[in-house]
């Protein structure tokens, strides 16, 4: 079974710092997808950024890029300029490439406060 | 507004009761997650639907039941409720099993 484990609980930073959420997962998988999802205190789930196993290169959307390290089993995300609205929990998770039958495993959050 | 509609927002009902739970997918996609949030046991997966197919099952409580409707909609049964039901219920959708699933709002239901 795959687990996904996020070993930052809670994080703080300045409004405009850069900061980098751990993730890393356990899988004898091959191909699967790695995700970031963001709750902000609306408990809205929202996908911020998503990552193909067999593609070399790190996904980036705007402000937010991740750092995937297949080998490690590593999957972390970068927010740049961050600002008060990043404020959330934000959850890794990992899915099998599997046509059919499907789920997300999601770590255990990290809750991340943007400080003005 | 991810476009998956859930309701209702709020559900407060009494131990031993039974609810039912509404999740609209987004236009044009054919599967249905369901999910519980709760404090000690994080998000973890209940149940996936395929095109009115049960395509997987995840750690469902017998006393819950799932089904998707011809129109794709999706209802959630949870009977015979105990208080550690309380907990935020999601449905997500995707287009096929492949793609990312866009979660709705999220149904909390507190049992008292």
């Known amino acids: 079974a795959q687990t996904v484990t996020q070993s930052q609980p809670e994080m703080s930073v300045q409004e405009a710092e850069t900061v980098t959420l751990s993730c890393t997962y356990d899988?004898?998988?091959?191909?699967?997808?790695l995700f970031w999802y963001k709750q902000p205190p609306s408990r809205q789930m929202i996908l911020v950024i998503r990552?193909?196993?067999?593609?070399?290169q790190n996904a980036t959307e705007n402000r937010f890029s991740v750092n995937f390290q297949k080998a490690a089993k590593s999957f972390s995300l970068k927010i740049s300029d961050s600002q008060l609205g990043d404020t959330a929990m934000y959850f890794c998770?990992?899915?099998?490439?599997?046509?059919?039958?499907?789920?997300?495993?999601f770590g255990q959050g990290t809750r991340l406060t943007i400080n003005p | 507004d991810s476009g998956v509609t859930q309701t209702p927002k709020h559900l407060i009902t009494a131990t031993g009761q039974r609810v039912t739970l509404r999740c609209s997918p987004r236009?044009?996609?054919?599967?249905v997650y369901w999910y519980q949030q709760s404090l000690d046991q994080g998000l973890q997966f209940l149940i996936q639907?395929?095109?009115?197919?049960?395509?997987a099952k995840g750690n469902i409580l017998e006393r819950f039941s799932a089904q998707q409707f011809p129109d794709l909609h999706s209802e959630l049964n949870l009977s015979s409720l105990e208080l550690g039901d309380s907990a935020l219920y999601f449905c997500?959708?995707?287009?096929?099993?492949?793609?990312?699933?866009?979660f709705g709002p999220g149904t909390r239901l507190t049992v008292t």
């Open positions: 997500a959708s995707s287009v096929d099993s492949r793609y990312e699933q866009y």
């Open positions: 899988t004898s998988e091959n191909n699967y997808y």
């Open positions: 990552q193909e196993a067999y593609k070399q």
């Open positions: 998770a990992f899915m099998k490439h599997n046509q059919g039958a499907q789920k997300l495993v």
């Open positions: 236009s044009g996609d054919l599967s």
């Open positions: 639907y395929y095109n009115g197919e049960e395509r």
